[in-house]
């Protein structure tokens, strides 16, 4: 518990007024804090020492989305991935600023740099080291069309909305004395099919940079009547 005093020798001085807009001006909670007079004149206000110091989210699954923090995030990879020490960071945080634009997290990242779509692992050691190797790492993670596949928490995500939403877990998938009578994809194949279907939901249902600086183009050269 942490404790400060506040007093004044002009009487016209409204302490506990002043008391309230320094803990405003903290974003402290009224509620949170403590504020009483005492005998002398002077308004006391008491802290938790849970505020003073709060915890800091995961930075392991935490969002990383501006550029100081997708730098902080970078930083922590290399020191997790031993791989990763003779990687320039300027290119590691190039080849890594996307996958954090599409809403991976560091633990994603090093789960992707630790192991393959299909949850294999990446083989380790001295002959795996470097930038070709970060490369070809991440370049698994992308469809043939260059685009970001979902992270394992983004996958974790998915199956919860669709456990939430009482869909069977194996939608989609043959019945088994179907599987006898009929070709059954590949994983390979099923797998280029989601993110077919991914891409499709992507461009009609969500606002991307791209599609906003397009539109701002667009409506700068559109003329509308009555406006000049």
Not at 61 to 83: I, K
Not at 162 to 167: K, M, Q
Request: aromatic share 4%.
């Amino acid at each position: 518990m942490a404790e400060f005093r506040i007093s004044s020798d002009d009487d016209r001085v409204d302490l506990r007024k002043m008391a309230t807009a320094l803990v405003e001006s903290q974003g402290w909670a009224r509620e949170e804090v403590g504020i009483w007079d005492n005998r002398r004149g002077e308004v006391i206000v008491t802290v938790d020492d849970a505020l003073l110091s709060p915890t800091e989210a995961d930075p392991l699954h935490r969002p990383r989305h501006t550029p100081s923090d997708v730098h902080r995030a970078c930083e922590l990879v290399r020191r997790e991935d031993p791989s990763l020490r003779r990687v320039d960071f300027a290119v590691l945080r190039r080849e890594a600023a996307r996958f954090f634009s599409a809403g991976w997290t560091v633990a994603d990242v090093l789960h992707g740099l630790a192991h393959r779509p299909d949850g294999t692992p990446w083989p380790q050691g001295p002959d795996h080291q470097g930038t070709e190797w970060l490369r070809a790492r991440l370049r698994a993670w992308r469809t043939a069309d260059g685009d970001i596949r979902p992270s394992r928490s983004q996958e974790s995500a998915q199956m919860r909305v669709i456990s939430r939403a009482g869909l069977p877990m194996d939608i989609g998938l043959p019945a088994e004395e179907e599987v006898a009578q009929y070709p059954v994809a590949s994983p390979s194949a099923a797998r280029s099919a989601a993110d077919d279907a991914r891409r499709l939901i992507r461009q009609n249902a969500r606002t991307t940079s791209d599609s906003l600086a397009h539109r701002d183009r667009t409506a700068a050269t559109i003329h509308r009547p009555g406006k000049r």
